[in-house]
C-alpha cells in the first residue's frame, strides 16, 4: 500500500508535539508489511531521517518551468533527494504560475516554521500538493493538522483517491475557545472533504463530532503513543541535589498549556516548603506574563526559565526533574507526560487532556484546581512510597504504548476506507 502524506513538520527540525507524533506514526506504519510512505513537508533541512520513508520537500517542487542542468539541480537539491525526482515532477506542472514569485528552479520557497505569512505558505503548499500528486503514484491521501488540509483536498481533487485526515489539534484547544474563523473555515473544509477522519483522543473526536458538525461514522479515535529511547537518551547521567526536588513543566507557554496555573500551585508548594525548585522550560507568548507573576508571587527565586529545549536537551531536564506537571486547559493529546514517565519522572497531568483517557499510574487534577495540584507536587516531593510507585508502575505503563501498535490500526482504517471508498 502507498500512502501520500502531508505535514509541516519531522524530526530533528521541530517546535512541538505535532512532529514528534508525525515521526511515531510513520515509523509504526512503516513496520506494517508492504507499505511505502512518502512524507510532503515544506522545507527539509538534509538530516531527516529516510530509512523508512521518504521526503519530499515541497520547496524543490518546480511549478514553473525552468531548463537547469543536472549538476545544478544536484547542487542544489541533493543532499536531501534524488534530482531526477526534480525532472520527473517539473513534467507535471499543471498551470501557468509564472505569476507566482519562485525562485531559479521555478519552485516556490517555505520557512519550514510558523512565520507571520503563514496562511500564504499554506496556500502555496497546497498548490505545490498538486504537482506532487500529479506525479507520484499511491493508494490513500493522509493530512496531519489543519495546515496540510487544503494540500490534501487538492491531491484528492487531482487523483480521485481517499482523503484521510489527522486532527492532532483544533483551533477550540489552541484559542481556549477564542476561535479564529478563517482556521475554523479550513479545519472544517478538511473534514467536510475528508473520507475518514482521525482524532488523536476522544476528547477531539466529540469536538470534531458536535462543533465541526460531523458524522460520527467517519470520526475515529486513534491514540498517540511514544518511541523507544534510543540508546544515548538512556545513557544521560545527571546529577541531583538530594536536598532540592525539581518540579518541571516543559511545553509552549501559551495560553493552551495553563502556565498560570503552574505558578500558582508553585506558589502554595512554596509555602509549605522551600527545598523545592520549579523549571519552566520553553517559549511563548505568555513567557514574560509568567516571569512576571513569579516574581509577584514572591517565588522569583525558586523558579527558573531555561527557554526552549529540544533534543538532548529535554531529556536532561526530564532527567533532572523529580515530578513532572502537564496542567493544559484543552490538550488534544499531550506526548510529553509519556516522554517524562519513560525516564522514570512521577507525572501529574490535566484531567483536560487525551493522554489521560489511556494512562493510569499518574496524578490527575482538573487543570484549574491549584489546591489539588500542589497537594499532589508536596506529596510527591515529599513521600517517598508514592514517588517509587509513580517512578516504576509509570515506566512500565508508558513502555506498552507503543507506535507499532498504532501503525496496525492506521493500516487497518486505511484498509477499512479503501474499501468503501466511492461506494
Given at each position: 500500500?502507498?500512502?501520500l ?20 506514526l510513520?515509523?509504526?506504519?512503516a ?37 537547469v ?14 534530482p531526477?525526482?526534480?525532472y ?80 492532532h ?25 475528508a ?33 523507544p ?48 525548585r520549579f ?8 513567557m ?23 533534543g538532548?536537551?529535554v ?9 513532572y ?27 483536560q ?25 508536596h ?45
Amino acid at each position: 500500500m502507498k500512502v501520500l502524506m502531508f505535514g509541516w513538520e519531522f524530526p530533528p527540525h521541530i517546535l512541538g508535539g505535532l512532529g514528534t507524533a508525525s515521526y511515531g506514526l510513520t515509523h509504526g506504519l512503516a513496520q506494517q508489511e508492504d507499505m511505502e510512505i512518502t512524507f510532503c513537508i515544506p522545507k527539509p533541512w538534509g538530516d531527516e531521517d529516510q530509512s523508512f520513508l521518504r521526503i519530499i520537500g515541497m520547496n524543490s517542487v518546480p511549478i514553473v518551468w525552468r531548463d537547469v542542468q543536472w549538476d545544478y539541480v544536484k547542487d542544489r537539491v541533493g543532499h536531501y533527494m534524488d534530482p531526477q525526482l526534480y525532472y520527473d515532477l517539473r513534467d507535471h506542472i499543471y498551470a501557468d504560475f509564472n505569476y507566482m514569485h519562485t525562485n531559479d528552479l521555478g519552485c516556490m520557497e517555505f520557512s519550514g516554521r510558523y512565520p507571520d505569512n503563514l496562511h500564504e505558505e499554506i496556500n502555496n503548499y497546497s498548490i505545490v500538493a498538486g504537482v506532487v500528486a500529479r506525479q507520484q503514484q499511491f493508494d490513500i491521501i493522509h493530512s496531519h493538522d489543519w495546515l496540510t488540509y487544503p494540500a490534501g483536498i487538492h491531491a484528492k481533487q487531482v487523483s480521485g483517491k481517499p482523503l484521510v485526515i489527522h486532527v492532532h489539534a483544533t483551533d477550540f484547544d489552541r484559542s481556549r475557545g477564542n476561535v479564529n474563523p478563517t482556521v475554523y473555515s479550513i479545519e472544517k473544509n478538511g473534514m467536510d472533504h475528508a473520507d475518514c477522519i482521525m482524532c488523536v483522543s476522544e476528547l477531539t473526536r466529540q469536538t470534531v463530532i458536535h462543533k465541526y458538525y460531523q458524522d460520527p461514522r467517519k470520526v475515529f479515535t486513534m491514540h498517540n503513543a511514544v518511541s523507544p529511547l534510543p540508546k544515548e537518551i538512556q545513557d544521560i547521567q545527571v546529577k541531583k541535589n538530594p536536598k532540592e526536588k525539581i518540579v518541571t513543566f516543559l511545553g509552549r507557554i501559551t495560553m493552551q498549556k495553563g502556565p498560570e496555573y503552574f505558578v500558582e500551585a508553585a506558589a502554595m508548594v512554596l509555602n509549605r516548603t522551600r527545598n523545592i525548585r520549579f523549571v519552566m522550560a520553553g517559549s511563548g507568548d505568555m513567557m514574560n506574563a509568567m516571569i512576571r507573576l513569579a516574581a509577584e508571587r514572591g517565588i522569583a527565586d525558586r523558579f527558573h526559565f531555561p527557554g526552549f529545549m529540544k533534543g538532548k536537551q529535554v531529556y536532561e531536564v526530564l532527567k533532572m526533574s523529580d515530578v513532572y506537571i502537564m496542567p493544559s486547559v484543552s490538550e488534544p493529546f499531550g506526548i510529553s507526560p509519556l516522554e517524562a514517565m519513560q525516564c522514570c519522572v512521577p507525572t501529574i497531568i490535566s484531567k483536560q487532556s487525551g493522554c489521560a483517557e489511556i494512562l493510569s499510574k499518574c496524578i490527575k487534577t482538573d487543570y484549574w484546581d491549584i489546591h489539588a495540584m500542589a497537594d499532589a507536587i508536596h506529596s510527591i516531593c515529599t513521600n517517598d512510597s508514592l514517588y517509587e510507585y509513580l517512578r516504576d508502575e509509570g515506566k512500565k505503563e508508558v513502555d506498552s504504548i507503543v507506535w507499532e501498535k498504532v501503525g496496525v490500526k492506521i493500516r487497518a482504517l486505511y484498509e477499512q476506507v479503501l474499501k468503501n471508498y466511492g461506494k
